[in-house]
């Protein structure tokens, strides 16, 4: 069973500070990852994805990705009120027929931003 | 352009009743899925699509069934509801499978009393 595990939070972090969320993965050959974004009652929106060891930076979001470690990160500078949602990491893996189809999801983190 | 759209957006089911939830989606997507979302819980996959006439098992899939006659068409069917398929049901689409981006519908809550 490839899990995907993410500390379920609540995070709470003050507005203009820097949210850090964490994703440990156990597939070792997992090649895509994911992070989501999901507001309470509305589906799933993607923030960033990754495919490389190292940073990729998009706006105020980073992703950082271990292949070695396997965990993946996404940093989330100068936190606004408006990315209070939950946070959803996704990784797909290769090595069995159809896994290169489907992605793992964590089961998210809540991050709160405080004014 | 709407992407992936649902039907019912809202159900209630007696235990035992029957229903299919509806999927469209006009991306020209091969692959598409199914997942149920449980209360503070991530998603989980019951089935999905590799192209019109490809189905296969996900992690959930006992109780459900699925059909791919179309490519834009991936209808959920639940034969005879029971009170553990209360959840929220997403639809969703890609263009390469797992590599790529997936695009999700609104999302039916179902509700099995």
């Known amino acids: 069973q490839k899990e995907v595990e993410q500390n379920s939070g609540p995070l709470s972090v003050p507005e203009g500070a820097i949210a850090s969320l964490n994703c440990t993965y156990s597939?070792?050959?997992?090649?895509?990852f994911f992070w989501y974004r999901q507001y309470s009652g509305k589906s799933p929106e993607l923030i960033m994805s990754?495919?490389?060891?190292g940073d990729k930076e998009d706006g105020r979001f980073t992703a950082q990705l271990n292949k070695a470690s396997q965990y993946v990160s996404l940093l989330i500078r100068d936190s606004q009120p408006s990315d209070s949602a939950t946070y959803l990491c996704?990784?797909?893996?290769?090595?069995?027929?159809?896994?290169?189809?489907?992605?793992?999801f964590g089961t998210g983190t809540r991050l709160q931003v405080t004014l | 352009n709407a992407g992936v759209t649902q039907t019912p957006k809202f159900r209630i089911l007696k235990i035992g009743q029957s229903m299919t939830l509806q999927c469209t989606q006009d991306?020209?997507?091969?692959?598409m899925y199914w997942y149920r979302q449980d209360p503070g819980m991530g998603l989980k996959l019951i089935y999905y699509?590799?192209?019109?006439?490809?189905?296969d098992k996900g992690e959930v899939p006992n109780g459900y069934n699925v059909s791919r006659s179309t490519t834009e068409d991936f209808p959920l069917r639940l034969e005879l509801a029971a009170p553990s398929q209360t959840s929220v049901y997403f639809c969703?689409?890609?263009?390469?499978?797992?590599?790529?981006?997936?695009?999700f519908g609104p999302g039916t809550r179902l509700t099995v009393l």
């Open positions: 969703a689409s890609s263009y390469r499978g797992g590599r790529d981006t997936q695009y």
């Open positions: 996704a990784v797909n893996g290769v090595g069995e027929t159809g896994t290169a189809s489907k992605l793992t």
């Open positions: 699509s590799v192209g019109a006439g490809i189905t």
């Open positions: 991306m020209n997507h091969n692959y």
């Open positions: 990754i495919y490389s060891n």
């Open positions: 597939d070792r050959g997992s090649q895509s």
